[in-house]
């Protein structure tokens, strides 16, 4: 048998350290070549790294949410002395078992001195590390027959980090020990004093999923209670008998129960990039709002008539392709809108093409891709384009190039766009439009009360470089459009 040391390569474009944002494997695992092994992250970008080789982890390095320089050795894994022979991954080259194959230069030998724990930690956590990516929640363990307030076990939860706790019966705080529990409890737990093992392996618990994630929330290990149910089962009034509220009064199983749980959560890859994003915009620009009603009965009945009679290679077209289409005829008149400002230096910078950010939700969170040369493309070309970068940004495969370099954003919650937002910029740039829902109205048209199909464009600027008689203007300029859409086909 021999050890194969896989390096983290350059998965960017020059890259000097990527975010470890969810490990597939953990120590012991016996994987095979080409199987899932780690996503990393550099910039919005996420790669998920494959093995190189087959074998049998035997370290893990680096934590989700840790930076980890390219090159490091991130994973050891035990391999057949052939394979072992290669030593380790390279560099640059990306995952994958022919680009690993390729490098050498770590010898079987040398992989034993890779620090085998994460990038931060000592190394006795190195086997613990969260598979998927979340954070891994603190398990108290304990004894027969103890008896726990709520309080208490999240106290100890909150100590425990991410390794068991031993919590005694003698922790308890005071007005909650076994003195002061109901009388049947105290029978409960006279009885498994006098009856139980000390400790039940996990898999041995019978108890319903309901119990199981109560357990789970509260930090309860199943295998410490004893069932009173059938065949042992455990009930949701076992796990009374073990926590005994501060006030004294016994926590009910009902529906009604009180629920102090508390899931820390660690804020890593995307989710901490869009944090830091969005910290960034809000210090830094002095955002203000406007907001505006507008008719789109008549841009909504030429969208259908355009969705009934497209051809079959023509995308089915939302409102969006019409905005932008607004936005790239009124742009040329507020240049100053159409910009990026480098507030370090004091430029702003006017852009004569409309590189419009698309705000996109998807499962990993809010990304921003980028339909290029807009003022080049028509109605159908921008609905095609803004579909395939929403395809590509939820399947993960979206280049660096193509989540960069906008000059104006709109974001959309669709239908569940409420009837005012107040979008937070894209630095550096100074505008974002804000699409919300589009809701049937009764609204007074010629001294008639008529039902209309109204939307509201809540918008942002950046003050420095916007005044506000711009913003109303630019914006009115676009519900002028949007109402009668013909004139988006005009040229002027």
Same mark, same amino acid.
């Given at each position: 048998?021999?050890?194969?040391?896989?390096?983290?390569?350059?998965?960017?474009?020059?890259?000097?350290? %990527?975010?470890?944002?969810?490990?597939?494997?953990?120590?012991?695992?016996? *994987?095979?070549?080409?199987?899932? #092994?780690?996503?990393?992250?550099?910039?919005?970008?996420?790669?998920?790294?494959?093995?190189?080789?087959?074998?049998? +982890?035997?370290?893990l390095t680096g934590e989700p949410g840790e930076m980890a320089p390219v090159g490091?050795?991130?994973?050891?894994?035990?391999?057949?002395?052939?394979?072992?022979?290669?030593?380790?991954?390279?560099?640059?080259?990306?995952?994958?078992?022919?680009? !690993?194959?390729?490098?050498?230069?770590?010898?079987?030998?040398?992989?034993?001195?890779?620090?085998?724990?994460?990038?931060?930690?000592?190394?006795?956590? @190195?086997?613990?590390?969260?598979?998927?990516?979340?954070?891994?929640?603190?398990?108290?363990?304990?004894?027969?027959?103890?008896?726990?307030?709520?309080?208490?076990?999240?106290?100890?939860?909150?100590?425990?980090?991410?390794?068991?706790?031993? *919590?005694?019966?003698?922790?308890?705080?005071?007005? $909650?020990?076994?003195?002061?529990?109901?009388?049947?409890?105290?029978?409960?737990?006279?009885?498994?004093?006098?009856?139980?093992?000390?400790?039940?392996?996990?898999?041995? !618990?019978?108890?319903?999923?309901?119990?199981?994630?109560? !357990?789970?929330?509260?930090? +309860?290990?199943?295998?410490?209670?004893?069932?009173?149910?059938?065949?042992?089962?455990?009930?949701?009034?076992?796990?009374?008998?073990?926590?005994?509220?501060?006030?004294?009064?016994?926590?009910?199983?009902?529906? =009604? %129960?009180?629920?102090?749980? +508390?899931?820390?959560?660690? *804020?890593?890859?995307?989710?901490?990039?869009?944090?830091?994003?969005?910290?960034?915009?809000?210090?830094?620009?002095?955002?203000?709002?406007? *907001?505006?009603?507008?008719? =789109?009965?008549?841009?909504?009945?030429?969208?259908?008539?355009?969705?009934?009679?497209?051809?079959?290679?023509?995308?089915?077209?939302?409102?969006?392709? &019409?905005?932008?289409? !607004?936005?790239?005829?009124? =742009?040329?008149? &507020?240049?100053?809108?159409? /910009?990026?400002?480098?507030?370090?230096?004091?430029?702003?910078?006017?852009?004569?093409?409309?590189?419009?950010?698309? @705000?996109?939700?998807?499962?990993?969170?809010?990304?921003?891709?980028?339909?290029?040369?807009?003022?080049?493309?028509?109605?159908?070309?921008?609905? %095609?384009?803004? $579909?395939?970068?929403?395809?590509?940004?939820?399947?993960?495969? /979206?280049?660096?190039?193509?989540?960069?370099?906008?000059?104006?954003?709109?974001? $959309? #919650?669709?239908? =569940?766009?409420?009837?005012?937002?107040?979008?937070? +910029?894209?630095?550096?740039?100074?505008?974002?439009?804000?699409?919300?829902?589009?809701?049937?109205?009764?609204?007074?048209?010629?001294?008639?009360?008529?039902?209309?199909?109204?939307?509201?464009?809540?918008?942002? &600027?950046?003050?420095?470089?916007?005044?506000?008689?711009? @913003?109303? /203007? &630019?914006?009115?300029?676009?519900?002028?459009?949007?109402?009668?859409?013909?004139?988006?086909?005009?040229?002027?």
């Amino acid at each position: 048998m021999g050890q194969y040391v896989f390096k983290l390569p350059d998965v960017g474009e020059g890259t000097a350290e %990527a975010e470890i944002v969810a490990w597939h494997v953990r120590v012991g695992d016996i *994987v095979k070549e080409d199987a899932p #092994l780690v996503d990393v992250m550099t910039d919005k970008a996420t790669v998920e790294m494959t093995s190189p080789v087959s074998g049998k +982890i035997v370290s893990l390095t680096g934590e989700p949410g840790e930076m980890a320089p390219v090159g490091s050795a991130i994973a050891v894994f035990e391999v057949d002395a052939e394979e072992g022979a290669s030593a380790s991954s390279p560099v640059n080259g990306g995952g994958g078992a022919s680009a !690993a194959r390729d490098g050498g230069g770590t010898a079987p030998q040398a992989a034993e001195t890779v620090a085998h724990r994460p990038l931060s930690q000592p190394a006795s956590r @190195a086997d613990s590390s969260p598979v998927n990516g979340g954070a891994e929640k603190p398990r108290i363990r304990a004894q027969a027959g103890s008896v726990m307030s709520e309080a208490s076990v999240q106290a100890a939860i909150q100590g425990a980090a991410s390794k068991p706790v031993s *919590v005694p019966t003698g922790a308890m705080p005071s007005g $909650s020990t076994p003195k002061a529990a109901e009388p049947k409890q105290q029978q409960a737990v006279a009885k498994r004093e006098n009856t139980e093992p000390t400790v039940r392996e996990m898999g041995q !618990a019978q108890a319903s999923p309901a119990v199981r994630a109560r !357990a789970q929330k509260l930090g +309860i290990d199943l295998s410490t209670i004893r069932g009173s149910g059938a065949d042992g089962r455990i009930t949701h009034e076992d796990l009374d008998t073990v926590l005994v509220p501060v006030s004294g009064s016994r926590m009910s199983s009902t529906a =009604l %129960a009180e629920r102090n749980g +508390i899931e820390p959560v660690k *804020v890593i890859g995307l989710r901490r990039k869009i944090a830091e994003k969005m910290q960034d915009a809000k210090r830094r620009i002095p955002h203000f709002a406007y *907001v505006e009603e507008c008719d =789109l009965t008549e841009l909504e009945d030429l969208r259908a008539h355009l969705n009934a009679t497209r051809r079959a290679d023509q995308p089915k077209l939302t409102v969006l392709p &019409f905005l932008m289409r !607004a936005l790239v005829m009124c =742009l040329p008149d &507020f240049p100053q809108i159409n /910009a990026r400002f480098d507030d370090d230096n004091g430029v702003v910078y006017r852009h004569e093409g409309v590189d419009i950010g698309i @705000a996109t939700q998807t499962d990993n969170g809010l990304i921003v891709p980028v339909v290029r040369h807009v003022e080049a493309r028509d109605i159908w070309g921008c609905a %095609a384009e803004v $579909s395939r970068l929403a395809a590509a940004v939820r399947s993960n495969t /979206a280049g660096k190039d193509e989540l960069s370099g906008s000059t104006i954003t709109i974001t $959309s #919650l669709g239908a =569940l766009g409420g009837i005012v937002t107040t979008p937070v +910029i894209n630095h550096p740039e100074v505008a974002i439009i804000g699409v919300n829902k589009l809701v049937e109205r009764p609204m007074v048209k010629n001294g008639q009360i008529v039902v209309r199909k109204m939307m509201n464009l809540s918008s942002s &600027f950046d003050h420095r470089v916007v005044d506000g008689y711009d @913003a109303a /203007a &630019f914006i009115q300029r676009v519900k002028g459009m949007v109402e009668h859409p013909a004139s988006l086909f005009i040229d002027r």
